[in-house]
């Protein structure tokens, strides 16, 4: 029996070692310059410059600010915004983009912590 798994166990490992092969590193990565380094500058500030294109505002231009607003009707439409329990649905996050009529019920109850 002790003869049979030394056997086995050489037989395994004459295999191993057949089919072990070391891989050659070649380095992470063979640069190739095809442009010189003051043209990829000149891209990087250009890309810099061009904004996110992949924004979800970039198409609608420049955004005007209502500068005739009083500012505590700004401040307290700010306050009743950040006070509010239901600002951040997203329709997109549930099923058939539509927000659950749980959700859009004004009447759940959140608790207030005290100002400081």
Do not use: C, W
Request: net charge positive.
């Amino acid at each position: 029996m002790n003869t049979r798994n030394i056997l086995a166990a050489a037989a395994l490992s004459l295999l191993a070692a057949a089919g072990a092969h070391a891989e050659t590193y070649d380095g992470v990565l063979t640069v190739t310059p095809s442009v010189s380094r003051a043209a990829v500058q000149g891209q990087a500030v250009a890309a810099a410059r061009a904004g996110d294109v992949f924004g979800e505002g970039y198409a609608s231009g420049v955004q005007t600010v209502n500068t005739t607003a009083d500012r505590g009707a700004v401040r307290s439409q700010a306050v009743a915004t950040a006070h509010d329990p239901l600002q951040n649905l997203n329709a997109k996050s549930y099923f058939r983009d539509q927000i659950p009529a749980e959700y859009k019920k004004t009447s759940l109850s959140f608790t207030r912590q005290a100002a400081f």
